[in-house]
């Protein structure tokens, strides 16, 4: 089970800082949106030099100009790119062949997925990586629940969970065992993001 660390809603310099102290604690490293936003590709291939060792996955959401997208963001050095489930087929489809190309990965986002038919179509379309998510506006209303595991049952996916996930939902998590575990605020907005993270990793293995 792999430890993702989500950068959002931080500035470059917090980037930076939570990273010194806890890339060697996680596996992946992922840029947020809203930082890609805010400072686009420079900090992710800044981020690329920093860590070499460090999967790193950018959080495009990408939901249209898949081929481009796709293309951008491995050729700043991203290992995963992330798509929305709801975007058109072509888009999906545009996205997994530059990965396939590249020899890169796309995640699917599946926030706001809830029907076990477009789960079928975006096995069929050749997506092995799918992300249950519970977004941040989300948060203010329902946090995450096990029971998003039923979307992906009896399906072939690797699958990663996100949203707001912190130290004491781990262990029913785990359980389900999902590939990849990505956590933002818990570790970025910890008052120790080093002891916070080496915790996650800790309960993980
Ligand atoms: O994709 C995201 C927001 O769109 C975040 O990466 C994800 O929600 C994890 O952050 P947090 O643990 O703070 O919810």
């Given at each position: 089970m792999k430890l993702q660390l989500a950068l959002d809603r931080l500035t470059k310099e917090e980037c930076l800082q939570v990273l010194a102290h806890t890339h060697q604690m996680v596996d992946i490293i992922e840029i947020g949106t809203g930082i890609i936003k805010e400072y686009g590709m420079s900090l992710v291939r800044k981020i690329r030099d920093l860590y070499p060792h460090n999967i790193l996955l950018i959080?495009?959401?990408?939901?249209?100009a898949g081929k481009h997208e796709a293309k951008q963001a491995f050729a700043a050095g991203a290992d995963i790119t992330t798509a929305m489930g709801f975007s058109s087929n072509q888009t999906i489809i545009d996205m997994l062949e530059v990965a396939k190309k590249e020899n890169k990965q796309v995640l699917v986002d599946l926030l706001g997925i809830n029907s076990d038919k477009r789960m079928n179509e975006l096995q069929d379309l050749g997506v092995n990586l799918v992300g249950l998510h519970v977004g941040k506006d989300e948060q203010k209303e329902t946090s995450f629940s096990t029971e998003l595991f039923s979307l992906v049952k009896g399906l072939e996916f690797n699958v990663a969970v996100a949203g707001g996930i912190n130290l004491t939902m781990v262990p029913e998590i785990k359980k389900y065992q999902p590939d990849i575990i990505i956590v933002g605020s818990a570790i970025t907005?910890?008052?120790n993001p080093d002891k916070t993270a080496k915790l996650f990793k800790s309960i993980l293995q």
């Amino acid at each position: 089970m792999k430890l993702q660390l989500a950068l959002d809603r931080l500035t470059k310099e917090e980037c930076l800082q939570v990273l010194a102290h806890t890339h060697q604690m996680v596996d992946i490293i992922e840029i947020g949106t809203g930082i890609i936003k805010e400072y686009g590709m420079s900090l992710v291939r800044k981020i690329r030099d920093l860590y070499p060792h460090n999967i790193l996955l950018i959080d495009m959401k990408t939901c249209d100009a898949g081929k481009h997208e796709a293309k951008q963001a491995f050729a700043a050095g991203a290992d995963i790119t992330t798509a929305m489930g709801f975007s058109s087929n072509q888009t999906i489809i545009d996205m997994l062949e530059v990965a396939k190309k590249e020899n890169k990965q796309v995640l699917v986002d599946l926030l706001g997925i809830n029907s076990d038919k477009r789960m079928n179509e975006l096995q069929d379309l050749g997506v092995n990586l799918v992300g249950l998510h519970v977004g941040k506006d989300e948060q203010k209303e329902t946090s995450f629940s096990t029971e998003l595991f039923s979307l992906v049952k009896g399906l072939e996916f690797n699958v990663a969970v996100a949203g707001g996930i912190n130290l004491t939902m781990v262990p029913e998590i785990k359980k389900y065992q999902p590939d990849i575990i990505i956590v933002g605020s818990a570790i970025t907005k910890a008052e120790n993001p080093d002891k916070t993270a080496k915790l996650f990793k800790s309960i993980l293995q």
